[in-house]
């Protein structure tokens, strides 16, 4: 399974196209519309396509933001073996593989795009507030790419969720993530400008 950071994909789509995350919400082989075969077993299983939209405004006293994360269902897609390309294989058992550990890891590369989202809001508030308007770009753009590093060394180290101890301690290690950041899971909210300290 690989994610594919690509924004772009996400603007513009139709609204039953895209899914916002939610801790209530995972998930479903249903989500993954794009019709996939698979006829080589050295491919990846899965693709997950999900962003990042901030969005802020500012009126002289106050920010308000806006940072969903977004799954595009459209472009995502799992794996589906049939037997007339698959050879020798065990066709049931490689879909029943797929269907519970891919969707699993591919919930897993949301679930960072999450935790990203959560830091970029986080950001808001404490730059914001402290009047550190003008690093706001620079702090998203050093954001994105610490998020696609992560998403990288998750599929690198679990193998794309074949190493199963490895993905276990992935999916620990994200939870907490998560949890560490639960005051910034609402996707918008507004701050007061603060005045910003000269030294």
């Not at 753009?141 to 060394?153: G, I, L, N, S, T």
């Amino acid at each position: 399974m690989i994610h594919l950071l690509m924004l772009a994909m996400l603007l513009g789509q139709p609204k039953n196209k895209i899914i916002h995350w939610s801790e209530d919400r995972k998930l479903t082989m249903e989500d993954f519309q794009k019709v996939a075969h698979h006829r080589n077993t050295n491919e990846y299983s899965g693709q997950t396509w999900s962003g990042i939209e901030p969005e802020y405004h500012t009126d002289g006293y106050k920010l308000t933001y806006k940072v969903p994360a977004l799954f595009n269902r459209d472009s995502s897609w799992m794996v589906y073996y049939d037997a007339k390309h698959s050879g020798d294989l065990d066709v049931e058992w490689m879909n029943r593989r797929a269907g519970t550990y891919g969707l699993s890891h591919e919930q897993k590369h949301f679930d960072i795009t999450e935790v990203y989202a959560r830091k970029i809001r986080k950001m808001f508030r404490e730059e914001v507030s402290r009047g550190n308007i003008d690093r706001i770009d620079d702090r998203l753009e050093r954001y994105f790419r610490e998020w696609e590093e992560c998403q990288d060394r998750y599929d690198s180290e679990t193998q794309h969720s074949l190493n199963q101890p490895m993905q276990a301690k992935w999916d620990t290690r994200i939870q907490a993530m998560l949890d560490e950041l639960s005051d910034y899971k609402e996707d918008e909210g507004e701050v007061i400008l603060g005045q910003r300290r000269r030294s």
